[in-house]
Nanobody, 114 residues
């Protein structure tokens, strides 16, 4: 499975970005998908997850501001980020789970200026 993430960039505080991540070459059904992020000098942390059926889970720090969604037919996961804050600055990594194996995308950088 190969995952390609898009949509990062530079945005002012209060702004929005829509991240997307498409999984290709998946021979098996993809179950969970989601996003993690890693800020400079910090450990990677969970941002949001979504099951194939659409159940979602969010980190407390992004609840009410970020929305995760997916298109099962296209094996694509999205992350709508609103009201961005400087502390949201990080490399955002998408992942997909298939038959107990997790695959990662290459990351897309989100930079929020104050």
């Amino acid at each position: 499975v190969q995952l390609q993430a898009f949509g990062g960039g530079l945005v002012q505080a209060g702004g929005s970005l829509r991240l997307s991540c498409a999984a290709s070459r998946s021979f098996f059904v993809i179950s969970d998908m989601g996003w993690y992020r890693q800020a400079p000098g910090k450990q990677r942390e969970l941002v949001a997850t979504i099951t194939r059926g659409g159940s979602t889970n969010y980190a407390d720090s992004v609840k009410g501001r970020f929305t995760i969604s997916r298109d099962n037919a296209k094996n694509t996961v999205f992350l709508q980020t609103n009201n961005l804050k400087p502390e949201d600055t990080a490399v955002y990594f998408c992942y997909s789970d298939s038959r107990g194996v997790r695959h990662w995308g290459q990351g897309t950088l989100v930079t929020v200026s104050s």
